[in-house]
Structures are given as structure tokens and as C-alpha cells.
């Protein structure tokens, strides 16, 4: 069943067309940065952004700072909300169900599909964008390493090994594959709860939306930390030096106890649903 | 095959089906009747584990549904409500999509049963074309095929020959029988009576949620008492059965009389010819309005006591 879900989802032109529009915005900064040579003042804009002009190879992490907070988090609840729902307005859910497929089964297979997506969109971001940073603005990865920016790190000279930068882009992913499955994981949860898959991207979105404008709410306080999208950004430590936990261990947790509380409640509520679509 | 004790399912406060005890024995030609909204496909859905009863008992090839569902399932091949299928795919593919999705679809020959059940329902020389480019004749026996894909002992239909034109419905009946000769039995429901009328051989009709009829349909069409009756001298066969006569066509005669025999003995020995005689039955239509309260589409305004 995983291997037809997965069949599935390469196989739908949509797949790409995403992966391309999340490939192609970090493409417009670049230009854009490249041709005018006006970096962001530190401290705003993108995280990275003032630095890739000097240092090329360090663009991949400024794409996911780019793509994390909306366009992707926006793609993976419209994949998700669409898992279930999908198959049940196309028809094609009650076939899968009397082939037999078990519904837990198919609930795993749909959310591993989901996950393959999400590593399959942030490694075609992260590639394109090392090229894109490696042809626009030059990498200055000289054999003593990668000088991480000074409005990241605080202290400018710390520099790291390429091994190194290879190491903290793949603990990003991995913290960005978390932080993201915890949205499909609310996207799929009203997947099974409506037979629109509109209407189930649209739940999640609503609960990023709020949780991101609560997460500025001074008056918010109290909750803040219980937010789905408080430690998003946390990826951000890994490029601290040396690496700050805090956050990145507060957030996982954070995405695991929604993921197990949703999953939780997605299965116990597909597995007694009527499905009379 | 299946059997179904008190079942019943509610949404809310309405009731779609409605204490059905359904029995379906081995072999036979079953055929559901009944019109849009009468709980038809409810109730199909719930013999297939799709929706969980409210209350009753479901037992099909033996076990328990829902509880056991998934070890019946293998051997029956099911079209519920429409065909279902990924439109961006072909339609080659999307079958091999569905046999890959549950056991039992091995995929060492695959390819021939695709092809084997593509033929069968008249699609074998499909091309690599999308789904969403099919009419929906095409898509009914893409369905059809998708339920044939691995030889089933039971199929469950809903509205088959949704679709079809004619000769598509007359195909689809002829391979049906066919299935059934091989000892498939089969289990389809139809709004449609011409449909059960030609295929079945055990008619069960449904009502507002209730199974009000379920017989063999060759108990259900009894002789109505009637005669019909030809002859080139209708008026001289008038004369002689005076006032037993309650119809006149041309030459064709409707009497009351329960003997047909006795009949034609009567009429030959007076002198008239008669060409053609038989004993009026009842058409599965009489049956049906006789069992059924109204049309489930009408809204009728309830008068204020």
C-alpha cells in the first residue's frame, strides 16, 4: 500500500508543480538580491539574507527561511487535506476500502506519503538554491570552512567545516520534516472528519494562521509556548556555534505530542467513519 | 451468501434502512429494486463494511461483517455507486493500482488478468488515454473490470448499467449470466425494473428503508385469474363468454377465467378459432406498486389536522 501511495503521488503532475513553485521563489530573491546588491538590514527580512551576498553556499539556508514560514506549511496542508477527503469525493476511497485495504493501513501509507513529499520539496529546494547561491553570488568556501553570518551567530568569525554546514543543513531538515509533518498531521486529522479536501486545508490553515498571529500576542503569553508554530523557526539554531538545543528539543517535543494527539484522533476517527460518499 | 438479520442504519432522526432481513443464497440472481433514496445503497455499503449498522446482525460467505469483513472481501468483487477511479491515470493503470493496493493481487500475472478482465467487459483494446477522457459507459465497465479483476465468488452491484446505452446494458446482462452459469453469484440493485426483470431470478424490493418484498420471481408473478386471448371472431367469443369478457383490444381478448385449458376447450367446442392463449401473470410492475406506498421523491404537503 505504501509503494502504491508513493506510485501515486510521483505520478501526479501537481507533485512537481509544487515542488517547482517552492524551488522558484527562493530563485526570485536570489535574482533579485543578486542583481541590485541590496542586502536586508541584519536583524530583518529572511534569516541569511544580508549574508549570502558575501557567501553563496550559505543560500540553502536562507531558501528554507523563505519557504518554511507560508509556502510550504500552505503545500503540505493542501496535500494532506486532500488524503483522505480526496479520495473520498473521487470515489476512489470505497474501492480501496473493499479491495480490502485496512484503514489504518492506508491512514500510515498516506501519512509516509506525506513525509516523502515534504524531503522530496526541501531537497529540491535546498539544491536548486545551492546552485542558485553558488552561481549568483560566488562561494567563498575557502579550505578553512563556512564563516557563519554575524547576525545569526552574534559573533562574527566563527567559521565551520563544509562537513559541518553538511551536518546543520541535514539536522534542519530533519527538524523542518518534523515541524511540518505536525501540519499534515492536523490537515489529515480533518481529512478524515470532511469529504472536502478544501475545506480540510483550509481547518489547518486556519490553526497555523491563528497559532502564528497568537505567537506575536504579548496578551498570548501564557500559551505561547504550546503553540504549533512557536519553535518553526528553531531550525535556525542549528547555526549557532555552538548549536543551541533548547529550542530545537523544545519543538520537536512539541510537534511529536501533536502529531501522536492528531494521528491519534484521525485513526480512532476514520477507523468508525461511514464512508457514504 | 448473504444473509442480514433486523438491519438497520439512522442518520440523525432519518432512517435509511429499516429492520432488512436480507437473504441471498448461493447461486442465485439477486436483484434489489427499489427507487432512488430507499436505502438501496445504504445497504449495499453496509454488507461491504463501508457503513457500520446502527443495529442487525450482517453475515455474508459465512462471516460476520463488519467484524471479519476483511477475510470475505478477497472474493467479492463490488461496484458501489458509480465507478471510482484516478483521472489523471489510465485506465490499465488504475486497475493495477487497486489489485497492487490489497493482498491477493499477485503481481507475477497481473498484466494477463488486467487484460483478461479489460476484454471481458469489452475494453480490450483500451489505449494509454486518462480516465477523465472516458464517457461514463466507459468508466461503468472500467468498474466492472476493476470487480472481475480477481475472480470473484460473490459480486455486489450497484446500478451496473448506469450509463450504458442499450447495447452496453445487454452486454453486461449477457456477462453476468455468463459469470453466474460459472457459479458467481450475483447480487445487483437497480432502480430500474426492465433491468431485474430481465436478469434475476430472486427480486427483493425495497421501500422507504424496509424490505417489503423478497421472493423468487417466479412466485411473485402469479396468475392473475385473467385469460388473455386471440381470435379472428372477437365477437362471436364475446357473445359466448358473456360478461366474463372485462377487456376488448382488436383480437385480443382480456377474460376472467382461472383454467386457460378449460377455456379453449369451451371456446373450440362452440366454433370459435382461437389463435393464441395464456394465462395473464402478474408483471414484476404490479408487484412492485402493490408493495410500495408512493414515489420517495415526492414531497406530499401534510395537512394541518
New interface residues.
Given amino acids: 500500500m505504501i509503494r502504491v501511495e508513493l506510485a501515486k503521488l510521483f505520478r501526479r503532475p501537481r507533485t512537481y508543480v509544487i515542488a517547482g513553485l517552492l524551488c522558484a521563489l527562493p530563485l526570485i530573491v536570489a535574482i533579485f538580491l543578486a542583481t541590485t546588491r541590496i542586502p536586508p538590514p541584519p536583524g530583518q527580512g529572511g534569516a541569511f539574507l544580508s549574508a549570502v551576498l558575501s557567501n553563496g553556499a550559505l543560500y540553502p539556508a536562507a531558501a528554507m527561511a523563505l519557504v518554511l514560514p507560508v509556502f510550504l506549511p500552505v503545500s503540505v496542508a493542501v496535500l494532506a487535506g486532500d488524503a483522505v477527503a480526496g479520495e473520498a469525493s473521487a470515489g476512489t476511497l470505497r474501492y480501496l476500502l473493499v479491495r480490502p485495504v485496512g484503514r489504518s493501513r492506508l491512514l500510515v501509507a498516506k501519512l509516509i506519503s506525506l513525509v516523502v513529499f515534504v524531503l522530496f520539496a526541501i531537497s529540491a529546494v535546498l539544491v536548486t538554491s545551492y546552485l542558485t547561491g553558488i552561481t549568483l553570488f560566488g562561494a567563498s568556501t575557502s579550505s578553512a570552512g563556512v564563516a557563519l553570518p554575524p547576525d545569526v551567530t552574534s559573533l562574527s568569525g566563527v567559521t565551520i567545516s563544509p562537513a559541518g554546514l553538511v551536518l546543520r543543513l541535514l539536522g534542519t531538515v530533519a527538524y523542518i520534516v518534523i515541524s511540518m509533518v505536525g501540519v499534515a498531521a492536523i490537515a489529515l486529522f480533518l481529512s478524515t472528519v470532511t469529504d472536502s479536501a478544501l475545506g480540510a486545508a483550509m481547518g489547518a490553515l486556519a490553526v497555523l494562521v491563528t497559532s502564528q498571529v497568537l505567537v506575536t500576542l504579548d496578551a498570548a503569553q501564557a500559551i505561547r509556548p504550546y503553540l504549533p508554530t512557536r519553535y518553526w523557526l528553531a531550525w535556525i539554531d542549528f547555526f549557532r556555534e555552538p548549536v543551541l538545543w533548547r529550542d530545537i528539543e523544545r519543538g520537536a517535543g512539541i510537534q511529536l505530542v501533536y502529531l501522536v494527539v492528531l494521528l491519534g484522533a484521525a485513526w480512532a476517527n476514520f477507523l468508525t467513519k461511514d464512508v457514504a460518499n | 451468501m448473504i444473509r442480514t438479520k433486523d438491519l438497520t442504519k439512522r442518520y440523525g432522526r432519518t432512517t435509511a434502512v429499516d429492520g432488512v432481513d436480507l437473504e441471498v443464497r448461493e447461486g442465485d440472481r439477486y436483484g434489489l429494486l427499489g427507487p432512488n433514496g430507499s436505502g438501496k445503497t445504504?445497504l449495499v455499503?453496509m454488507l461491504?463494511?463501508?457503513?457500520?449498522a446502527t443495529r442487525g446482525e450482517i453475515e455474508v460467505l459465512g462471516r460476520p461483517v463488519p467484524r471479519r469483513?476483511?477475510e470475505v472481501?478477497?472474493s467479492?468483487g463490488?461496484l458501489?455507486?458509480?465507478?471510482?477511479?484516478?483521472?489523471?491515470?489510465s485506465g490499465r493503470?488504475n486497475l493495477a493500482?487497486?489489485d497492487?493496493?490489497?493482498?491477493g493481487g499477485r503481481r507475477r500475472d497481473r498484466r494477463a488478468r488486467i487484460d483478461q478482465a479489460l476484454e471481458r467487459v469489452g475494453l480490450g483494446g483500451i489505449d494509454r488515454r486518462p480516465v477523465k477522457a472516458y464517457s461514463l459507459g466507459m468508466r461503468q465497465r472500467l468498474g466492472l473490470a476493476?470487480a472481475l479483476l480477481r475472480p470473484p465468488r460473490l459480486l455486489i452491484l450497484d446500478e451496473p448499467t448506469n450509463g450504458l446505452d442499450p447495447r452496453g446494458i445487454r452486454e453486461v446482462r449477457d456477462l453476468l449470466a455468463e459469470l453466474n452459469r460459472d457459479g458467481v453469484t450475483v447480487f445487483l440493485s437497480s432502480h430500474l425494473l426492465s433491468e431485474i426483470d430481465a436478469f434475476c431470478s430472486r427480486v427483493g424490493v425495497m421501500d422507504r428503508g424496509r424490505l417489503v418484498v423478497q421472493d423468487d420471481l417466479d412466485d411473485l408473478r402469479v396468475p392473475t385469474g385473467r385469460v388473455t386471448l386471440g381470435t379472428p371472431t372477437p365477437e362471436r367469443a364475446v357473445a359466448l363468454l358473456d360478461g366474463r369478457v372485462e377487456h376488448r383490444a382488436g383480437e385480443i381478448l382480456t377474460v376472467r377465467h382461472d383454467d386457460p385449458g378449460a377455456l379453449n376447450a369451451e371456446l373450440v367446442a362452440a366454433g370459435v378459432t382461437v389463435t393464441a392463449i395464456a394465462a395473464e401473470r402478474r408483471t414484476l410492475e404490479e408487484v412492485v406498486l402493490a408493495a410500495t406506498t408512493g414515489s420517495s421523491d415526492r414531497v406530499e404537503r401534510v395537512e394541518a389536522a
Fill in positions: 445504504t455499503r461491504l463494511g463501508l457503513v457500520f469483513v476483511r472481501l478477497p467479492i463490488a458501489v455507486e458509480g465507478p471510482g477511479a484516478y483521472p489523471n491515470l493503470t493500482v487497486f497492487a493496493a490489497g493482498p476493476a
